[in-house]
């Protein structure tokens, strides 16, 4: 007897017929793996086969599949993973999820963006509350800017500290719910979804006002324009944290040289007397008296600069390692990028006397100042326009991540912590961008209509974070404890007052939507979590899980002690001592021999019931019988 090898591995013999259930020649899913000899005489050998798609032994007891048991072989399921795999690329093995970490430069690019974006409009909020009062109000821009960027260094402190307490991630919600309590842990857990996804209705608006801006012939199509950039955020995030950093880092880094080539120049011009540029007030200038009430107003507008934050320390696992420590440079070298961008900016916009308008963006206008229309404004703008796109990239990232958390602790569905084909969290992802696409199209893509809902929970945010992180060094009372201590009530407390001015003074316009709504995922959260110990206790066992603790009792149906009973009986009596024999009769003189046999023939153990069917049912009352036994 002979066989064929066929790449490498081995064929059926070609003159032996094909194992049953195969096609006419050969099944091309079945690897060949030899022959041995049979154990009839008519078998000469035995043929063994294995399903090519099937798993391979890794150790005993440990099968690992191949990649392609999961692909359909025909029809419209193999379309759909054709065109699934073409848009996010080859599914990844759980093993490869180290490789998918990030380093510190591709982190940055990830986790940045967000705060980074809020260069492009954070100034321009800030300018057109001031306007209100006139032109004159417009030179506190810098001042409230300083105010901004000396806060941010403060967060941003206590966010390093936060990471080295808490490395496994989580941020906001972590801490609250370990030093707080559950309440204003999910309290944290649903200002950060609500800021999360604002985030990204809020950039992809800003990204498609940068556009504008230079196009204004696309103004009519900004909410589908909006659309669609969200839509392919999304397929870029589904495929995978590494992928995804690659592709956006680009577009980050550009966009902070150029900025800072800007700043640069534009300085430098200004000290040599070399810009001259003349700007237009609008109709509404000098409609407001000057006041508290506004200046508050223009900070709180302007504080939407620090959003994304605290992204970092919600995804420290995502980090190379050593993750805490390289979470923490990478907190620090975005705080230092924001902070200085957005002073340089904002002395820019001061010293040029910008005036912002609804037909071109502040950032738009800097730049026709500093270098007029050639390239380099059409590099900034399209590199502003890219950043604010990018922006949301940051809630792609933390969104997913956060509902992984939630519902590894039982606070949201069990979907949200399976990870996808490219190990990303793809429910996560994808709806973080449903509920976006929603708001862009409710509020027509205005930045303006959306910056007002956007801020207020990620202050929140902050504060039981910092908030948080004192009780924490309270109870631990490690080395320098007093001065971290320190440092985090610093933080709470001024947060704490900036989340009071901003619900005071943007309540009316849209703020009291996110105070409506947080209670409500909080909510819907501990609904959740009921439910799942519902389930918990409904799935309990009812047979005790310790082995010691089950007390076995044999129960055997008996028609006749023949000899087929009598097999049963002794298998019975093998598993355990305490065997009961059932006869159901409606007889019960014939039932009296079936009782005299079995005393003769039980050897002492076990015992017979009998029970009695008037109406000649056999099943029902063994049944009843069955619910009443307890062992």
Request: aromatic share 8%.
């Amino acid at each position: 007897m002979t066989h064929d090898i066929h790449e490498g591995k081995i064929e059926p013999p070609m003159n032996q017929p094909a194992p049953v259930g195969s096609r006419t020649d050969r099944r091309t899913d079945l690897v060949w793996d030899g022959m041995i000899p049979g154990k009839i005489q008519s078998d000469n050998t035995v043929h063994i086969a294995r399903h090519r798609t099937g798993g391979q032994s890794a150790s005993p007891g440990l099968v690992v599949l191949r990649p392609e048991v999961h692909e359909p072989r025909e029809g419209i399921g193999h379309l759909l993973f054709q065109a699934k795999h073409f848009l996010i690329g080859a599914p990844l093995a759980t093993a490869a999820a180290p490789h998918e970490r990030l380093n510190k430069v591709k982190a940055l690019a990830i986790f940045s963006s967000d705060a980074l974006s809020s260069v492009a409009y954070a100034i321009e909020e800030i300018m057109k509350v001031l306007i209100l009062a006139g032109l004159g109000a417009l030179s506190l821009t810098l001042p409230i800017a300083m105010s901004i960027a000396l806060l941010l260094a403060i967060v941003a402190t206590s966010y390093r500290q936060t990471i080295a307490a808490y490395p496994s991630g989580g941020g906001s919600y972590v801490v609250s719910s370990a030093n707080l309590g559950t309440i204003p842990g999910l309290i944290a857990g649903a200002s950060l979804m609500i800021g999360y996804v604002l985030t990204v209705a809020v950039s992809v608006a800003a990204g498609v006002d940068a556009i504008t801006s230079a196009f204004p012939v696309l103004s009519p199509y900004h909410v589908t324009m909006a659309v669609v950039a969200t839509v392919l955020l999304t397929i870029g995030n589904l495929r995978g944290l590494r992928e995804s950093g690659t592709i956006f880092a680009i577009p980050t880094y550009v966009f902070i040289a150029a900025m800072y080539g800007l700043i640069v120049y534009g300085i430098a011009e200004l000290v040599f007397g070399g810009i001259t540029y003349v700007a237009t007030a609008p109709p509404h200038a000098g409609s407001q008296t000057l006041g508290l009430f506004l200046i508050l107003t223009a900070f709180a507008q302007g504080c939407s600069a620090m959003t994304g934050t605290e992204a970092i320390s919600n995804g420290v696992p995502v980090f190379k390692e050593p993750s805490a420590h390289n979470a923490q440079a990478t907190l620090f070298w975005m705080a230092f990028v924001l902070g200085t961008l957005f002073l340089g900016v904002s002395v820019l916009g001061s010293a040029l006397h910008i005036v912002p308008n609804q037909t071109e963006t502040v950032i738009s206008q800097i730049t026709h100042a500093v270098v007029g229309g050639g390239p380099y404004y059409y590099l900034i703008q399209f590199s502003t326009s890219l950043i604010l796109l990018l922006a949301a990239n940051t809630s792609f990232n933390g969104f997913p991540l956060l509902v992984s958390i939630l519902a590894r602790d039982g606070y949201m569905p069990h979907q949200f912590s399976f990870r996808g084909d490219r190990l990303a969290y793809s429910n996560g992802i994808m709806a973080l961008a449903a509920v976006a696409i929603l708001l862009l199209i409710a509020f027509g893509g205005s930045v303006d209509r959306l910056i007002g809902l956007y801020a207020i929970g990620v202050f929140a945010t902050f504060t039981l974070s910092q908030a948080g992180m004192v009780r924490h060094w309270f109870r631990l009372k490690g080395g320098n404890w007093r001065r971290s201590a320190a440092v985090n009530a610093t933080g709470a407390t001024v947060t704490a007052v900036v989340t009071l001015v901003i619900a005071w003074t943007k309540f009316h316009e849209g703020a009291w939507i996110v105070v409506v709504v947080t209670p409500i995922i909080v909510a819907g959260c501990l609904l959740i979590k009921r439910h799942y110990q519902l389930v918990a206790k409904a799935t309990a066992p009812e047979t005790p899980l310790d082995p010691t603790q089950i007390r076995l009792r044999m129960i055997v149906p008996i028609g006749s002690l023949n000899l087929p009973v009598q097999q049963a009986l002794a298998l019975a009596r093998a598993i355990s001592p305490n065997v009961t024999g059932v006869h159901v009769t409606d007889d019960i003189e014939e039932a009296g021999e079936i009782q005299r046999q079995w005393e003769e023939r039980a050897e002492g153990s076990g015992q017979l019931v009998i029970i009695e069917s008037p109406y000649r049912s056999l099943v029902g009352p063994l049944l009843a019988y069955l619910d009443t036994v307890r062992a």
